[in-house]
T-cell receptor
Framework: DTEVTQTPKHLVMGMTNKKSLKCEQHMGHRAMYWYKQKAKKPPELMFV???????INESVPSRFSPECPNSSLLNLHLHALQPEDSALYLC??????????????FGSGTRLTVV | AQSVSQHNHHVILSEAASLELGCNYSYGGTVNLFWYVQYPGQHLQLLLKYFSGDPLVKGIKGFEAEFIKSKFSFNLRKPSVQWSDTAEYFC??????????????FGTGTRLTIIP
């Protein structure tokens, strides 16, 4: 299995809703990432997990709450989002020790619309 | 902190033309360099990457890139483009490290349109 799987592919949520995005990989990668991509813009890093611990938070608002319950799974919990949070949310993974020079594998993303 | 510049925002070429997309990065230390492609409505796909060794890197779909350290550049090339190459191309860099928590920084992207 050489993929990063993200669910759902599309999500529409109201500003008072609570929802979660899910990311899964079974490549044994121990670094996992959340990126946000607005239309016609490059992906922007949100969070990095290394060995299931949060190692980078790029000053993301608290209405986004990441969680890494195990080495294969990464969640992004959403609560009280704003319409400007509508974007494509991308998950990526990468190996760590001994194989530093590997590329990042990206999932196909969740397209989120906040209404 | 590292940064990436892609000066070509939109490139329009005819089929069979040669392609070169510019990428310049800013970082004082060792870097890893990547080119990703994003076809309309699809996810990011890795075209090629450079970590060390031969500065001329060959990737998938006939693409190649050359790392010129003195110019802080990593330009993408293809000798003859096809209509199917129409996509958004992103250059990306991360500071060379042996840890998983390094940051991958993307350039603003170049939209490539190939006219049949």
């Amino acid at each position: 299995d050489t993929e990063v799987t993200q669910t759902p592919k599309h999500l529409v949520m109201g500003m008072t809703n609570k929802k979660s995005l899910k990311c899964e990989q079974h490549m044994g990668h121990r670094a996992m990432y959340w990126y946000k991509q607005k239309a016609k813009k490059p992906p922007e890093l949100m969070f990095v997990y290394s060995y299931e611990k949060l190692s980078i938070n790029e000053s993301v608002p608290s209405r986004f709450s990441p969680e890494c319950p195990n080495s294969s799974l990464l969640n992004l919990h959403l609560h009280a989002l704003q319409p400007e949070d509508s974007a494509l949310y991308l998950c990526a993974s990468r190996p760590i020790w001994g194989v530093a020079n590997y590329g990042y594998t990206f999932g196909s993303g969740t397209r989120l619309t906040v209404v | 902190a590292q940064s990436v510049s892609q000066h070509n925002h939109h490139v329009i070429l005819s089929e069979a033309a040669s392609l070169e997309l510019g990428c310049n990065y800013s970082y004082g230390g060792t870097v890893n360099l990547f080119w990703y492609v994003q076809y309309p409505g699809q996810h990011l796909q890795l075209l090629l990457k450079y970590f060390s060794g031969d500065p001329l890197v060959k990737g998938i779909k006939g693409f190649e890139a050359e790392f010129i350290k003195s110019k802080f550049s990593f330009n993408l090339r293809k000798p003859s483009v096809q209509w199917s190459d129409t996509a958004e191309y992103f250059c990306a860099v991360n500071a060379g490290a042996n840890f998983g928590n390094e940051k991958l920084t993307f350039g603003t992207g170049t939209r490539l349109t190939i006219i049949p």
